[in-house]
């Protein structure tokens, strides 16, 4: 099925660091969201966005939603060993057909 | 409040036996999604239900892959004649409007 290009694949970092990840797509979404997947868990959102442009906050994570509607990115500051896990992107194209479309994933791993 | 639950956790079956999977979503919640994650994937979108009626099922891979909710909040997904290759993660999600969708913690299948 349709899938969302994610990237990078996995990252190492040491505790202490900044993150960055992102998300490209062929296609024009309306919204796009940022999840995180701990092993045996759901997924759980951490952010949503609803307009080309915006640059919303979390507490340390900050996320946007690209001016082409095609792209959002992913930052979370000061890493700590709690963010381990998998972060994945999805995106929304309307409401009429209600599916979310879902990067591959980008899998965390923090050295503390 | 409560969150989405799913039963059983984990399900494992033979092949050819049917499976019934259970969804519970959050209450007040009217839009209800299936998933099916594989090893190493994101998710990808089986069924949408809108009240009781599925407003898209274009995600189902086959017509062994039937879900219903016929009360407009429990949700039932029933896989026939399982095979092999549907073993996997299958999610539930709810949300109440908009594209923010809050997932349960999934069910395990495994066929063998």
């Known amino acids: 099925g349709q899938q969302l290009n994610q990237s990078p694949q996995s990252m190492f970092i040491q505790e202490g660091e900044d993150v960055s990840m992102n998300c490209t797509s062929s296609?024009?979404?309306?919204?796009w969201l940022w999840y995180k997947q701990d092993p045996g868990e759901g997924p759980v959102l951490l952010i949503a966005?609803?307009?080309?442009?915006e640059l919303t906050s979390n507490g340390r994570l900050t996320a946007q939603f690209g001016i082409t509607r095609k792209d959002s990115f992913l930052n979370i500051s000061a890493s700590i060993p709690s963010d381990v896990g998998i972060y994945f992107c999805?995106?929304?194209?309307?409401?009429?057909?209600?599916?979310?479309?879902f990067g591959q994933g980008t899998t965390l791993q923090v050295k503390p | 409040g409560a969150g989405v639950s799913q039963t059983p956790s984990n399900k494992v079956t033979e092949k050819g036996k049917y499976v019934e999977l259970r969804c519970d979503p959050i209450?007040?919640?009217?839009?209800l999604y299936w998933y099916r994650q594989s090893l190493g994937q994101g998710p990808e979108f089986l069924i949408y239900?809108?009240?009781?009626?599925?407003?898209?099922d274009s995600g189902l891979p086959n017509d062994r892959f039937f879900a219903v909710r016929p009360e407009g909040s429990v949700s039932t997904l029933k896989i026939q004649r399982t095979e092999r290759g549907d073993s996997a993660v299958y999610l539930c999600?709810?949300?109440?409007?908009?594209?923010?969708?809050?997932f349960g913690p999934g069910t395990r299948l495994t066929v063998l």
């Open positions: 999600a709810s949300s109440l409007q908009g594209a923010e969708q809050f």
């Open positions: 296609s024009i979404f309306n919204t």
């Open positions: 966005l609803y307009k080309a442009g």
């Open positions: 999805a995106g929304h194209g309307s409401s009429n057909t209600g599916k979310l479309i």
């Open positions: 209450s007040g919640h009217t839009a």
């Open positions: 239900f809108q009240g009781t009626g599925a407003a898209d």
